[in-house]
């Protein structure tokens, strides 16, 4: 690789997709006309394309690139999501809701989740903490608007992101791409060359003899890693003992009459299943562990609890779940299932995509190759990925469920020490600890604590201190407002015909 100091000439995408159209957008979006960008993909290569759940995040992405919301939406056959329904994860029987959006409404230097665990530890107030939540009550009637900006409205406590179809969103990227210069190379690479002197990748080479030659590459390649593995062979971290699901089995089947504007999450016995309502079909999956359920009969269990007619052949993945030691090797950094799998149990594929993207572009390197960025990179994005981490062994940790050999081991297994630290704080006050980088706010970990039956043995000091305040006034005016507020707004599924219809959804 050359020392030249200067910009980039010439960047190389190995893979389609999400990952690498998101990759190529954005890109070229940033770049303009400056560097050359191309992307190489197969056609007879499939993607796993079962990414159809988001986080609220990916609105930023879109927004970045000017992208519509309406015209994305529709374009992508999408639906509207407001959180996740976890269905027999603590016990069976038992359901809470993970909501994009805070509990109540903050109406005192306490947070309003203090008072509710003062209230509710004391016996003063019944039901779960959902019953206070906007998501919630928007999603258990089947209503869609979008949050007002003016704080002082119940309708500004709530976020949003979107179902789609992920192979239909790779296409509109690939169309934005295409259009601001990005040339794509149908292919399928089958050598890697590298320098001699420093063993940096010089080029690639495709079945049709053809080499590709860049200065930095992207690898988007999926659970191969062709370059970042394949080539660099930058190692990878095995997290299965903590998370031990290592299959899935995928179908989608018709969608039903009405449109659910939130993802279902339903434990299993050897794993969970998701429900993905668009607007055009229903997504499906079985996520399991190999070592309690057979592919067939994790087939079986999928193709029986359909609520719909399959609208497809179910496909078996196969995955790891964990990350790559370096996602930045050398001039070669790893975006998408080639940099780790985090299990899609809380939807963080297309984000963790989104931010490897976002943190490349703000440690672009120039051509001397500085190793400080990738050392930078690799020490961020392996933050994050241990953060996310964490978060969905809770998920399993958190059960009492001894129905099955799973859910046995998940709930005796030794966890990460930053989470063990992490419960202990609430289940001992009530209190949430969290890095200020975290991609998960406190009401994710309220939620799923609480929806988990970790219940803390006190409430916070500092709402114990407040008598003073008219806390059950204050909860009560919460619960009216919500109340109005989601009689006031429409049916899902007229939002979407309304605004965003897509044409393949008839």
Partial sequence: MSDQRGPLESIVIVGGGSAGW????????SLGSSCTITLIESEAIGTVGVGEATIPPIRNFNQRLGIDEATFVKETAGSYKLGIQFVDWSRLGHSYFHPFGQFGAEFDTVPFYHYWMRESLAGRIEGPIDEFSMCWAMAKAGKFAHPQPDRRKIQSTFDYAYHFDAGLYAAFLRKFAEVRGVKRIEGRVVDVARSGEDGFIESVTLDSDEKVAGEFFVDCSGFRGLLIEGALEAGYENWQHWLPCDRAVAVPCAKQHDITPYTRSTAKAAGWQWRI??????????????????EDEATEILMSSLDGEPVGDPRMLRFVTGRRRKFWDKNCVAIGLSAGFMEPLESTSLHLIQYGILRLLALMPDREMSPLLAREYNSQTTAEYERIRDFLILHYKATTRDDAELWRYCSAMEIPETLQYKIDHFRNHGMIVSDERELFANPSWIAVYLGQDIVPERAPAMAQMRGQVPVADRMRAIAQAMEDAVAEMSAHGDFLARHCR???AA
């Fill in 502 to 504: 897509s044409p393949i």
């Fill in 22 to 29: 998101m990759t190529a957008a954005a890109l070229a979006d």
């Fill in 277 to 294: 309502p668009l607007q055009h079909r229903t997504g499906n999956g079985y996520v399991h562990c190999s070592e309690y359920v057979g």
